[in-house]
């Protein structure tokens, strides 16, 4: 598609479970970002990638949290041991990373720890 | 460590008035900034940018304003319309270290009334 693709849209899981978040960002960016939004509050920065380089974790809450992109392109953030407070919509965004440039946002998938 | 600010949560805008959302940054070394607007169960999209060479960038109803030396943006939408009622992120962008990740603020709720 043309677009930033996520999925699941909804998940909903119990405490304690691990969960894979997928992300498919527009063909040819080189930017990936990782966000989340709780209830009533921002966008919560959780993790960069750009290029080869390393990634930014400095936004991952703790050490449940993981992600990876693999060949450059589709992103898996997971979750271990969920938590209640780890309920919000994660939200996926691309861009070509280079300087002047707009990231694109995917739909975001809800995740619901009960 | 807050670095991009947006202070009005909210703010209520009679249709056809101009609506101006303000946004403040704290790291000097921000160059790009931008302006998303978000409806609730939807990604963020992306509205308009402005390069810190500029003061100034307009796109029809939309004018973003950046004084550098206060370090602070401002979005201007007029005439406002019922259309715009959404939550409206200001983010910033830099060439290096810290900055070179997309950073949000927290967002502010226009609600445009008839």
């Known amino acids: 598609g043309a677009g930033v693709s996520q999925s699941p849209s909804n998940k909903v899981t119990e405490k304690g479970k691990d969960v894979e978040l997928r992300c498919d960002p527009i063909s040819g960016h080189t930017a990936l970002y990782w966000y989340r939004q709780s209830l009533g509050q921002g966008l919560e920065f959780l993790i960069y990638?750009?290029?080869?380089?390393?990634?930014?974790k400095s936004g991952l809450p703790s050490d449940r949290f993981s992600a990876e992109r693999t060949g450059g392109s589709v992103s898996t953030l997971t979750i271990q041991r969920t938590q209640q407070e780890d309920s919000a919509v994660y939200l996926c965004?691309?861009?070509?990373?280079?300087?002047?440039?707009?990231?694109?946002f995917g739909q975001g998938t809800r995740l619901t720890v009960v | 460590d807050q670095q991009v600010k947006q202070n009005s949560p909210s703010l209520s805008v009679q249709e056809g008035r101009i609506s101006i959302l303000n946004c403040d940054y704290t790291?000097?070394?921000?160059?790009?900034f931008l302006w998303y607007k978000k409806y609730p169960a939807e990604g963020p999209t992306f509205l308009i940018s402005?390069?810190?060479?500029?003061d100034k960038n307009e796109d029809g109803r939309f004018t973003v304003f950046l004084n550098k030396s206060a370090k602070h943006l401002s979005l201007h939408i007029v005439p406002s319309q019922p259309g715009d009622s959404a939550v409206y992120f200001c983010a910033a962008s830099g060439r290096a270290g810290t900055a070179s990740k997309l950073t949000f603020g927290t967002g502010t709720r226009l609600q445009v009334t008839l």
């Open positions: 965004a691309s861009s070509f990373g280079g300087l002047n440039t707009e990231a694109f």
């Open positions: 402005i390069s810190s060479i500029k």
């Open positions: 790291n000097s070394m921000f160059d790009y």
């Open positions: 990638f750009q290029g080869n380089s390393a990634p930014d």
